[in-house]
């Protein structure tokens, strides 16, 4: 159906009290993956590609294959640029196919980010592009001893709704204690609900949740049979992103939840057949399983079926 703007996307998803995914993408198979999971359960989409993916794909590769995953797929697709922060990279995403950018300007001061993240909001509305603009630090909540380090380090509330209406972003990432990667808590994981309750009440618009990857047992369990180290790996327990999502999260970042299906099955396959060496018999099942991984997904996050508008 082509390809359609975040807003268009998240702002069904606000009214209707779910979210979607955001899934981070660098090659084909993994977007591949990522477009049958969700075609499959009838779910709107956000391709998710970081400035990273760019350079390690290249820009008309990505925007090629993302169009055309967009055309041959009965479902709403968003192609997003994550973590924009380089100028040139952001403008060439406004002008070039990108239906969607994050202006990340969140290490600046208060006033810096405003400033910053209302010149891409004015060049990318004018082209009918949505943005998602960032405030506060994502770190998980253990690593701040203190009161003031958490303060300084989380959204304020009141810094939220200012930054909200001074920018004009049309969706906001708040810091609520994740952090990106597969090791986000040190003890029992905690985001911080309260704070994302009043954060919602002041600014309404739909918020996004960065660092969301839950790091599944079975998969960490596969890495680690076939000889993968990640010790101590911790993600966000799926009962606090539902939770979450019930107060007013509307898109979800995953990007290590795919990394880790992906190292995975490949993993399994050179430990199983050392003869092997044809690529696909290499990636194919890194494919099948991140469609299985997307499949969990989109039922923990309650956007299948909304394809439709549903
Ligand atoms: O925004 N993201 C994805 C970050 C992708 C980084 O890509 P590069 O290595 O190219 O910079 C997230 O919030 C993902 O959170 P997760 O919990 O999946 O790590
Ligand atoms: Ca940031
Ligand atoms: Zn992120």
Known sequence: MGLVTGKEVLEAANRGGYAVGAF????????????????EKSSPVIIAVSEGAINYAGFDYIVAMVRTAAELSPIPMVLHLDHGRDKEIISRCIHGGFTSVMIDASHL????????????VEMAHAEGISVE?????????????????????????????RFVEETGVDFLAPAIGTSHGAFKFKGKAKLD????????????????????????????EL??????????????PPEQLKEAISLGINKINTDTDLRLALTGAVRKVLAEDRGVFDPRKILGPARDLIREVVHEKVDLFGSGGKALGG
Do not use: F
């Open 223 to 236: 890495v680690t049979r076939y000889g993968g180290e990640l010790k101590e790996a911790k993600g966000v």
């Open 24 to 39: 981070n993408i660098n090659n084909l198979e993994i977007l591949q993956g990522v477009v049958a999971g969700c075609v």
């Open 109 to 120: 001061p208060l006033e810096d980010n405003i400033r910053v993240t209302r010149r891409v």
């Open 133 to 161: 603009g960032e405030l506060g630090r994502l770190q998980g909540i253990e690593e701040m001893v203190s009161v003031e380090e958490r303060e300084a380090t989380l959204t304020d509330p009141q810094e939220a709704e």
């Open 193 to 220: 609900l309260k704070r994302l309750r009043e954060i919602k009440r002041r600014v309404g618009i739909p918020l996004v949740l960065h660092g969301a990857s839950t790091v599944p047992q079975r998969i960490l």
